[in-house]
């Protein structure tokens, strides 16, 4: 399967045309300002003399490349003089200050110039893959290549420094990501050699001479304890192992390699079926920002990263590719519609690092609390953070949403994600008509040479009706097409009660509401507090309400227990009836600091 690039797709109304609005307009900028006044851009300048809160640090490059990355999106929308120029402006410092062999790295361009690609945890070869990414991207935007060659130029240093010479302290990257940049360049230039460092640095990983940790948790860290071809589970930081198993489907893809195939599906169905939340979010503890085992999933302190949660989303679009299956974009999409937009305010001005289930402030209390050593994530979003990864990655996303929703082979286009949305490529159109995830009324029309388009049936929709004869296969409804093709699929999106695996002990007589890929909370500012007490019946009948925050709010009667003079009584008839209100869980948080549950206790 051949992804359709977001160049090609226009999103042209609905839920996530607002969305890409206010981020194209709001927190493009946001981000930019804050980086500005944390000067994340002064940095390179590389005038500075010393280490320091204001004076760089070793991965602020990357935070400004994911900013000029999402930048160049922008530019695809609109071309903007204002926009392009800061860009160029930055650009324009790289190109001065990077060294004759075309290195560039802001803080050891300044400090410890005599410790370059010596230091295997200090994320060089990470900001480089971000530089390269941004370079593709700006290329691709405005035509212009000072910024392209220039990465061009790195890369061939980085190739001779670490296959070539192997003259580095280390040799792989301790934090991945320029394996997908390798593979970006290489499709933008034709330049075989940086697929090949790609697959070197994916073949080298794991291997004996990596083994540099005397502490065998280190390993699993940065999963070093074996060759990924050997790999069945996720360990260790989240984000860096979802980068490595992207950059590895890469490179399974790219080389067609059956064995590294083979690896990348039993690590994805690892973590979909035993250490995913259901909002998508992975990585469940602080310690480390890590995996942990199967079934851990803990809601009052879940980490579950947005950026680990983008990394999965570029994984699950990875092993699209190599099987057509919608299992992939099942993944994907409840991934973007909660554990990734969480992450993102509704004014589209802060955000989220972690992104919990739940949310009682009295445990954040520090002054009270001594609980408060059990570390409890935070219960408001902000605007930039001392690691501020996330924020550009939230823009460089879903600025270029398009990505994900079309894909096609030689005979058949698959449409993967409902938006609304038309898609133009090599003489194939396709239109979307929609107001999904709203309803589940969606009016497609195709156009082009392609014998049959295939439709993702969501794996959560049990039922569904197309004005077409179909047949089902992979989770797809496959329709003979036959000139232009006007085709209406409708599917039924009732609220469901989502139970878990009794392995996962946290979730045990629980439930989660969903209505189609959207998962739901409870919020104190709508049902009061002790949302802990409340208990709902599986069988509950909802109603939709406005739709205060893009989707509507449901609403259903439960039970919650009453309130108490002692802390211990017998138990009795002690609950009442009470009206509970649900919102979507991408929403939480946004009106003050409240309580918050995902799971509910089961009635």
């Known amino acids: 399967m051949k992804k359709i690039g977001f160049s090609s797709v226009r999103i042209t109304g609905g839920f996530w045309k607002t969305k890409q609005e206010l981020i194209r307009k709001t927190t493009l900028y946001s981000v930019y300002h804050r980086f500005q006044d944390t000067h994340r851009f002064d940095a390179l300048k590389c005038d500075w003399k010393e280490k320091g809160e204001y004076n760089g640090h070793i991965f602020w490059d990357s935070d400004v490349a994911k900013w000029l990355e999402s930048a160049a999106y922008a530019l695809e929308f609109e071309r903007d003089a204002e926009l392009e120029k800061i860009v160029d402006d930055t650009v324009a410092l790289i190109l001065k200050n990077r060294d004759e062999n075309g290195y560039f790295n802001s803080y050891y361009l300044t400090v410890d110039q005599d410790q370059r690609f010596t230091i295997r945890d200090n994320h060089e070869l990470y900001c480089a893959g971000?530089?390269?990414?941004?370079?593709?991207?700006?290329?691709?935007?405005?035509?212009?290549?000072?910024?392209?060659?220039?990465?061009?130029?790195?890369?061939?240093?980085?190739?001779?420094?670490?296959?070539?010479?192997?003259?580095?302290?280390?040799?792989?990257?301790?934090?991945?990501?320029?394996?997908l940049a390798l593979v970006r360049l290489y499709e933008a230039t034709g330049e075989k050699r940086y697929l090949a460092l790609s697959k070197y640095f994916i073949d080298t990983h794991g291997t004996a001479q990596e083994k540099l940790y005397a502490d065998t948790r280190r390993h699993l860290y940065n999963m070093d304890e074996m060759p990924i071809r050997e790999r069945s589970t996720a360990e260790g930081h989240s984000v860096r192992a979802l980068y490595l198993m992207s950059g590895a489907a890469d490179i399974a893809?790219?080389?067609?390699?059956?064995?590294?195939?083979?690896?990348?599906?039993?690590?994805?169905?690892?973590?979909?079926?035993?250490?995913?939340?259901?909002?998508?979010?992975?990585?469940?503890?602080?310690?480390?920002?890590?995996f942990t085992v199967d079934y851990d999933l803990p809601t009052r302190t879940a980490y579950a990263e947005t950026c680990a949660a983008i990394a999965l989303a570029y994984y699950c679009v990875r092993m699209q590719k190599i099987h057509e299956s919608a299992i992939y974009a099942d993944t994907l999409e409840r991934v973007i519609y909660n554990g990734i937009l969480s992450g993102l305010s509704m004014d589209g001005k802060s955000f989220f690092y972690e992104n919990p289930l739940e949310i009682d402030p009295a445990f954040n209390d520090v002054d009270k609390s001594a609980v408060k050593k059990s570390r409890y994530p935070i219960t408001q979003r902000l605007e930039v953070f001392n690691c501020s990864c996330c924020p550009p990655n939230v823009t460089r996303f879903f600025l270029s949403l398009g990505d994900y929703l079309y894909a096609c082979n030689e005979d058949t286009v698959f449409v993967n994600q409902y938006m609304a949305s038309e898609m133009k490529v090599e003489g194939l159109s396709v239109t979307q008509q929609t107001n999904y995830p709203v309803d589940g009324e969606i009016r497609i029309t195709c156009e082009g040479e392609k014998k049959e388009i295939a439709l993702r049936i969501p794996a959560w929709c049990k039922k569904f009706t197309v004005n077409h004869p179909y047949r089902m296969q992979d989770g797809y409804a496959w329709i003979a097409l036959q000139g232009k093709t006007e085709i209406i699929l409708s599917l039924d999106m009732p609220v469901l009660a989502m139970a878990a695996n009794p392995k996962a002990h946290a979730l045990a007589g629980k439930i989660a509401i969903m209505r189609g890929p959207v998962v739901y909370c409870a919020e104190g500012v709508d049902n009061g507090e002790d949302l802990s007490s409340i208990r709902l019946s599986p069988d509950a009948e909802f109603t939709l309400g406005d739709c205060e925050f893009l989707l509507p709010n449901l609403h259903a009667s439960a039970l919650r227990q009453k309130k108490a003079d002692g802390l211990y009584a017998v138990a009795g008839d002690d609950y009442e009836e009470i009206f509970l209100k649900l919102i979507p869980y991408y929403a939480f948080a946004n009106r003050g600091e409240t309580e918050m549950i995902t799971w509910i206790n089961r009635k």
Do not use: W
């Open 130 to 179: 971000h530089l390269m990414e941004a370079a593709v991207a700006y290329y691709h935007a405005t035509g212009k290549d000072a910024f392209l060659k220039a990465m061009c130029r790195y890369a061939d240093y980085i190739e001779k420094v670490f296959m070539i010479e192997k003259s580095a302290a280390f040799l792989t990257p301790g934090h991945p990501e320029i394996e």
């Open 253 to 290: 893809h790219a080389c067609q390699d059956q064995e590294l195939m083979d690896a990348c599906k039993r690590v994805y169905d690892n973590i979909v079926n035993h250490r995913m939340y259901i909002t998508g979010g992975v990585g469940s503890t602080y310690i480390g920002e890590a």
